[in-house]
């Protein structure tokens, strides 16, 4: 297998996001260019992820990175990426090559998680074949909130999201 053209080598720089009290993880592939500049997850202006998280609560969109964990957390969710490491050119799903799955058993220890959603087919696809094995969990795809994703409106994003709403009060 070739390595993506003109890509590069890294490694996930930023924890995963959880609590004692989380009980859906919503997994991302691996973090765009500028959520690894933010060291925080879905950084980027333009992905939607945020906005469609806030309107699934009705919650105020959240601006800054402690109101983002404050809002993931107040909905008994966690936040993480199936990628610890691969080889992407920028923010390319397309291009991960190489890749590694992130260690998920410390959120499981440590957290009642019992719903897995993927933010995007390449995190299903990874997860489905790194990880539901040894989590024992189905995952159920969630359509993705990038940009990229250009046929999803941001109200049918909403729509599809709402079943984070299930069972998470």
Request: include cysteine.
């Amino acid at each position: 297998m070739s390595t993506a053209k003109n890509g590069e080598r890294l490694t996930h720089p930023f924890p995963a996001l959880f609590d004692e009290n989380s009980r859906t993880l919503i997994l991302g592939s691996f973090p765009s260019v500028k959520s690894r500049e933010q060291q925080f997850f879905y950084g980027h202006p333009q992905n939607r992820f945020w906005r469609v998280l806030a309107a699934v609560f009705s919650e105020p969109v959240p601006q800054t990175i402690e109101e983002k964990r404050a809002l993931v957390l107040a909905h008994h969710l966690a936040l993480w990426d199936v990628v610890g490491a691969c080889t992407v050119e920028g923010s390319s799903d397309a291009s991960i090559c190489g890749a590694v799955p992130n260690d998920l058993s410390p959120l499981f220890s440590a957290a009642p998680i019992s719903r897995v959603f993927t933010n995007g087919k390449t995190a299903y696809t990874l997860y489905e074949r790194h990880q539901r094995a040894k989590t024992q969990l189905p995952a159920q795809y969630l359509p993705s909130t990038s940009p990229a994703n250009a046929a999803w409106s941001l109200e049918k994003l909403i729509c599809a999201w709402r079943v984070l709403r299930e069972e998470n009060g």
